[in-house]
């Protein structure tokens, strides 16, 4: 079932609240399919919970209630409200990119400054060195969006799901050479295989 809520909430207008970048949860579905994708929207926005969705033009009278549809997707970002595994309330937006002559992907995008204003641990990532100390809050998240993942791989398949900042087609299924290698990114196969990431 949808998670449903009365109205959008009030962080989802704060237009400071997107910036910094995304975390994401970024799955290459595999070649354009109106069928798989609409498939794996509504198993992810099912699986995580998502509260909404809403199309944002950042102003708060310019907030529109949509549906999870491939349609409302190409329309724009699907933006809503989740808890993260801790419990706490967190705005994301879900959003679909239609390569051309190339693969549907289906992303899942937490900003990062809203993020930071939740968890003070998170500071400067990705951009100050951390020597790995972003995995203490990392690895709950990466942990949530690899369950999420096998969700849709159940329903609707893909080719390659990645976890990290900014991930979406910066790692492709067809360019992956060694998955054991050290990565900044997490990686679920299509087989099911989850690899955290190692720093």
């Known amino acids: 079932m949808f998670a449903m809520t009365s109205g ?7 237009r400071d609240a997107w910036t910094g970048g995304y975390y994401e949860l970024a799955m290459q579905l595999g070649e354009r399919d109106d069928v798989r994708l609409q498939a794996a929207l509504a198993v992810l926005a099912r699986a995580a919970g998502i509260a909404g969705p809403w199309h944002v033009q950042w102003q708060p009278d310019r907030i529109r209630h949509v549906s999870w ?3 409302d997707l190409q329309e724009g970002r699907l933006r809503g409200q989740i808890h993260l595994p801790g419990g706490e309330p967190m705005i994301c ?3 679909g990119v239609r390569e051309d002559q190339g693969d549907d992907w289906l992303d899942l995008s937490i900003p ?6 939740s968890d003070a641990r998170i500071g400067g990532f990705p951009f100050a060195p951390d020597d790995g100390a972003s995995l203490t809050w ?5 942990n ?3 369950r999420l993942a096998g969700e849709v791989r159940h329903e609707a398949a893909f080719r390659l799901a990645v976890i990290g900042f900014e991930v979406s087609g910066g790692v492709r299924a067809e360019e992956l050479a060694n998955e054991a290698e050290i990565r900044p990114y997490a990686l679920v196969l299509p087989d099911g295989t989850y690899l955290p990431a190692a720093s």
């Open 8 to 14: 959008p909430p009030p962080q989802l207008s704060d």
């Open 144 to 146: 949530w969006f690899a």
């Open 69 to 71: 549809t491939v349609a």
């Open 112 to 117: 990062l400054e809203a993020l930071c204003r």
């Open 138 to 142: 990392r690895q709950p998240i990466d």
């Open 93 to 95: 937006a879900v959003f």
